[in-house]
Structure formats: structure tokens, C-alpha cells
């Protein structure tokens, strides 16, 4: 058993993303088709049209555009979140097919901070130790795994579109989120915006993408330096 960290990959995704969408916008007031237009569009073409899409709401033209993530080493806590985001796609590795003996986990900074290191260590052992014991007295894996915490390490595959990723940009990158879904979204984000960097140039929370941060006394204060930023909420 051991502590792990996340690793995110970006598998795959539609090939020229931001030419893809532009495209597309276009295509909606244009004679021309959108394979014609996909050739022809300059780059700064391009990213006028991909900048009016994103700032005038205009965002189903992204959702032709799709990223697909392979994320690991991240706990069951953050994939629960995760999977509340019902506009993408995830394939989760299942506990009812894979034996979690001696699993990995993911130990949050604050436990070693305060010093609880060697316990939280202790208790991952021994949730394993009763897991391995259940399963090898017959209990099914499905049932077995009720004892697994919810730092036991898991693998999944995302896809999102870039309408969702900005979404999901927005609620899971801000400070408000919990640390660890942030640093999954924080790294899904550096690597669209490599591969889309028109589509997700202004991506981030609320603050940075709409000038508007929505957490009332909650807000964690970023958005007095960004410029024009207002703060709304109780
Ligand atoms: C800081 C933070 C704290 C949270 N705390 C809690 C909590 O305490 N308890 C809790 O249960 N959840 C909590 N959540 C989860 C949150 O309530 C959402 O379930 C999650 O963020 C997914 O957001 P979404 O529904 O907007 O996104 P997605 O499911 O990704 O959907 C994207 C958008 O599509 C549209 N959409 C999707 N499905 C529908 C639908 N069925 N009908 C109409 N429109 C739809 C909506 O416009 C939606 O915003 C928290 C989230 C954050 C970021």
C-alpha cells in the first residue's frame, strides 16, 4: 500500500478544436459548408469568431469540439464530485471486478499537517487487511468493498465537451472548491488550453471568465485584482 498522486493525461481530442468550432459559428450565417470554411478560415478569423462565440454565450458551436482525459491516482472522494457533472462522459475502474487489495491511497496535506500521518496510514492498513479477509473468507468483491475508505485510489476516463469544460472550469477551478477536484480541474485545464487556446483562453472561475464572482462574504477575495471583476451573492 501507498500514497499516490494524481496524474492527468489528455488522451485525445478533436483534432483543431478552435478551427472546429469557428467553423461551425460560421457555418450558421454563411452560404459556404462548414468542411470549406474549416480550410479556408484564417487563424485570426478563427479566433475572432471563437472569442464572440465564448463572450456572447453563443457556446453549443463548442460542444463539437471534445477533450477525453485519463486522470489517476486521485480518491473516490474527488471522483464522487466529479461524476456529478452529468454533460460528459466517464468510464471509472469498477471495485466489483478489481480486487483492491493492498490499494493506493491519497492522503490530504491537512492530515499530515496536523501530524495524523501514521494513523490515517494505519487505518488504510487495516480497512485493507478486513477488506483481503472478507474476500478471502467468499464475500464478493461488491460487498467487500463497503470497507474501503474513500482515499482508496481510482482511474477514470473523461470526456467533456468544451461547452462543459468551461462549466466545468468555472465551478471546480474556483477557490471555493474542494482541493483536490481543483487540482484535477487546474490540470485539465493547462492541457485544453494547449491544444484550444482561443476556446479556453479567458477559462477559469467565474471571476476570471465572466468578471463576476458569485460567493457573496464566501469569496475568497480574488476577484478585487482582476479589473471590473464584481461580486455578487450574500
Ligand atoms: C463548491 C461546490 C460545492 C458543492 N457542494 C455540494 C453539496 O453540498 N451537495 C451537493 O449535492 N452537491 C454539491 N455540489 C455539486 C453541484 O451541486 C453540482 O451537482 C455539480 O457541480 C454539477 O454541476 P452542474 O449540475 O451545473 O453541472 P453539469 O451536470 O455538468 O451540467 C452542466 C449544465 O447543464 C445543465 N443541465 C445539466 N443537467 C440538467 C438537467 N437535468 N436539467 C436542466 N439543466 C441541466 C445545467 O445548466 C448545468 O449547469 C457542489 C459543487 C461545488 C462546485
Known amino acids: 500500500m501507498t500514497e499516490t498522486h494524481l496524474s492527468v493525461k489528455l488522451l485525445y481530442n478533436t483534432p483543431n478544436p478552435d478551427s472546429a468550432a469557428a467553423a461551425a459559428a460560421r457555418q450558421c450565417y ?15 478569423e478563427v479566433a475572432k469568431l471563437v472569442r464572440q462565440v465564448v463572450k456572447s454565450g453563443h457556446h453549443s458551436v463548442l460542444e463539437h469540439a471534445s477533450f477525453t482525459f485519463a486522470a489517476e491516482g486521485l480518491s473516490r472522494a474527488c471522483t464522487h464530485q466529479l461524476v456529478r457533472h452529468r454533460i460528459a462522459s466517464f ?14 491511497f491519497i492522503m490530504p496535506a491537512s492530515i499530515k499537517a496536523k501530524g495524523k500521518e501514521r ?25 467487500a468493498r463497503f470497507v474501503l475508505p474513500n482515499a482508496c485510489e481510482t482511474k477514470i476516463v473523461i470526456t467533456m465537451n468544451g461547452r462543459e469544460l468551461l462549466h466545468f472550469f468555472e465551478a471546480r477551478t474556483c477557490a471555493r472548491a474542494q482541493w483536490e477536484i ?19 483562453e479567458n477559462a477559469g472561475p467565474s471571476c476570471v471568465s465572466k468578471g463576476v464572482c458569485l460567493e457573496g462574504k464566501m469569496s475568497c477575495g480574488r476577484w478585487k485584482n482582476i479589473p471590473g471583476c464584481i461580486l455578487k451573492g450574500d
Open 182 to 200: 481543483r487540482s484535477l480541474a487546474e490540470e485539465m485545464m493547462r492541457l485544453s488550453k494547449e491544444r484550444a487556446p482561443i476556446m479556453f
Open 30 to 44: 454563411s452560404a459556404k459548408g462548414a468542411s470549406e470554411l474549416m480550410e479556408s478560415l484564417s487563424h485570426d
Open 91 to 104: 468510464s471509472q475502474q469498477s471495485q466489483r471486478y478489481v480486487k483492491a487489495k493492498d490499494f493506493d
Open 119 to 143: 494513523e490515517f496510514a494505519d487505518f488504510m492498513a487495516a480497512s485493507a487487511a478486513l477488506y483481503s479477509s472478507l474476500c478471502d473468507s467468499g464475500v464478493d468483491k461488491e460487498d
